[in-house]
């Protein structure tokens, strides 16, 4: 890894898409986009960015769809705003990016955090979510359930939350060593081989840029206080 600071450029990576920046809900987003049809908007998880849906970039525009991966705030090339790291307004920003992208809906895919986005975008702007996948996010209800429920089951795979809520500590450990825990993370999250030498490089640079490891645990810190308040 690389002793200097990465720029948020650094995640501008080449590839058959295009990159630019959309405004949305007064907040500017970073897109990847590719292809032409309906559109279908992908929405990353922690601790990524825009380029965990490379394949899938790819693989839905051939299949004849309008394909758009964002940074979510506070990620890669987007803008780090010092709050709106509840879901209640990240909802609003996919909303508001579906419409900036001059369609009336799209169908939404979200990962993780992204995951979450598209059920709150679901419930909050029903007319604009045309059809919805979510990958490794249940329900908010459904989770907040299980965790009571299954202390050592859900509750325990749940509980590094708890360890995100002190105030710079946990910025300062992802960060540390060249984000080092964000190979750590990803590794226990992920099936065998996963990351691969590429992607734990990408991810951790990422995670390097100034304000995103402050950003990305703000959504942390609201989750956590909506599940267990």
């Given at each position: 890894?690389?002793d200097t600071v990465p720029e948020p450029a650094s995640v501008l990576i080449d590839g058959p898409w295009r990159h630019r920046d959309v405004s949305a809900n007064g907040t500017r987003l970073h897109v990847?986009?590719?292809?032409?049809?309906?559109?279908?908007?992908?929405?990353?998880?922690?601790?990524?960015?825009?380029?965990?849906?490379?394949?899938?970039?790819?693989?839905?525009?051939?299949?004849?769809?309008?394909?758009?991966?964002?940074?979510?705030?506070?990620?890669?090339?987007?803008?780090?705003?010092?709050?709106?790291?509840?879901?209640?307004?990240?909802?609003?920003?996919?909303?508001?990016?579906?419409?900036?992208?001059?369609?009336?809906?799209?169908?939404?895919?979200?990962?993780?955090?992204?995951?979450?986005?598209?059920?709150?975008?679901?419930?909050?702007?029903?007319?604009?979510?045309?059809?919805?996948?979510?990958?490794?996010?249940?329900?908010?209800?459904?989770?907040?359930?299980?965790?009571?429920?299954?202390?050592?089951?859900?509750?325990?795979?749940?509980?590094?939350?708890?360890?995100?809520?002190?105030?710079?500590?946990?910025?300062?450990?992802?960060?540390?060593?060249?984000?080092?825990?964000?190979?750590?993370?990803?590794?226990?999250?992920?099936?065998?081989?996963?990351?691969?030498?590429?992607?734990?490089?990408?991810?951790?640079?990422?995670?390097?840029?100034?304000?995103?490891?402050?950003?990305?645990?703000?959504?942390?810190?609201?989750?956590?206080?909506?599940?267990?308040?």
């Amino acid at each position: 890894m690389e002793d200097t600071v990465p720029e948020p450029a650094s995640v501008l990576i080449d590839g058959p898409w295009r990159h630019r920046d959309v405004s949305a809900n007064g907040t500017r987003l970073h897109v990847a986009e590719l292809g032409r049809g309906p559109l279908v908007l992908l929405l990353h998880g922690f601790p990524q960015f825009w380029w965990a849906w490379r394949h899938q970039l790819t693989a839905l525009s051939a299949a004849g769809y309008r394909v758009v991966a964002p940074d979510l705030r506070g990620y890669g090339a987007s803008d780090k705003p010092p709050r709106g790291y509840d879901a209640f307004t990240l909802s609003d920003d996919v909303a508001g990016l579906i419409r900036a992208l001059g369609e009336q809906d799209a169908v939404i895919v979200g990962h993780d955090w992204g995951g979450l986005l598209g059920w709150t975008t679901a419930t909050r702007h029903p007319m604009v979510v045309r059809r919805l996948a979510v990958l490794a996010m249940p329900h908010p209800l459904r989770l907040r359930h299980q965790i009571a429920a299954d202390p050592r089951g859900q509750g325990a795979a749940s509980r590094y939350l708890a360890g995100f809520q002190l105030p710079w500590r946990p910025e300062r450990s992802l960060v540390a060593r060249d984000a080092l825990r964000v190979a750590v993370l990803l590794r226990a999250w992920g099936g065998p081989g996963y990351p691969d030498a590429e992607a734990e490089g990408r991810y951790r640079s990422a995670m390097r840029i100034p304000g995103v490891a402050h950003s990305s645990l703000e959504y942390h810190r609201w989750v956590f206080r909506s599940l267990f308040r």
